[in-house]
């Protein structure tokens, strides 16, 4: 594997040697255009449009990937814990206290303390959080159409492949 | 196009129905499994293992994906307005402010009125900044290398390929 990592090395390497200074009209792609080589980069760039495209399709209470992936996973799994929630999403539990405290003041959602664990709360969904979930599910589906008519279904399901295998990065 | 968007829409439809109350014991990854096949969601989780592989691999005062962008886009095109980097890497200009605050109270980068027009500063590196910058890159290449080993490099060129595509959305 070494040789192949010194040859990328080298070209990325001959690629940034020199300064070029930019006139006030450049393009900000041109600007920018050392950076598309880069995966990080890319897969950010990548992201902000995906996101930016899921939120300008939903139409109810719910319109952010963060608020939807909460939603959803209450609804699929009634009883819930706070503490199941973070570490299934991988999130702060400040960052999903927020987002439960907008759900629960717009009746989506409530807390229940836990029978075996007062501490714990569980979490479940309300008929209208169960009705934005249907509809937020909805206009999701309809995202993710418009990605598989954008690369293909067979390209959407390379790059999610590709995209589970970058997620071991390390984790050796 | 529709048939294939429907036919998506309905097997997401028939996986999502029914609900699944979960042990306190489950794992997070069976929790969340119903995500794993959006886009949106695995781009973001591998988005972050991209970001936390690089920021673990670098050693100076650049650490994280943005300021890295910023300090090679400085170094590339020294005179670069802040207006023009906010705009090649579309952020906003008080998360650029702050970058470039940091950087200069570490003596990476300077700001410097514009001759033409006193409002706009020019950003230069320092040689210190240019140093950084060497090192951030070394480093830098050391993690593309990784996610090439990982990925190979066609299986690379492959994901950069779909991304970019991806930023394609929500543009027609």
């Known amino acids: 594997m070494k040789p192949r990592a010194t040859a990328l090395a080298r070209s990325q390497n001959s690629r940034r040697e020199s300064a070029e ?3 006030a009209s450049a393009e900000p792609r041109a600007i920018a255009q050392e950076l598309e080589a880069d995966v990080g980069y890319v897969l950010r760039r990548a992201q902000l449009a995906v996101f930016a495209d899921f939120t300008s399709g939903q139409r109810g209470p719910v319109s952010r990937p963060g608020q939807f992936a909460v939603l959803s996973l209450i609804g699929r799994h009634p009883g819930l814990s706070q503490a199941q929630l973070c570490e299934a999403l991988d999130i702060k539990r ?3 206290v ?3 405290d907008r759900f629960e003041a717009l009746g989506l959602a409530r807390r229940e303390p836990s029978a075996d664990d ?3 709360n569980r979490l479940y969904l309300t008929p209208s959080g169960e009705r934005s979930l249907q509809a937020a599910r909805e206009a999701q589906r309809e995202h993710e159409a418009r990605i598989a008519q954008l690369l293909g279904s067979a390209g959407r399901r390379e790059l999610l492949a590709l995209l589970q295998k970058l997620r071991e990065l390390g984790k050796e």
């Open 94 to 96: 400040a960052n999903l």
């Open 118 to 120: 007062r501490r714990a």
């Open 98 to 100: 927020a987002v439960l």
């Open 21 to 23: 200074p930019v006139g």
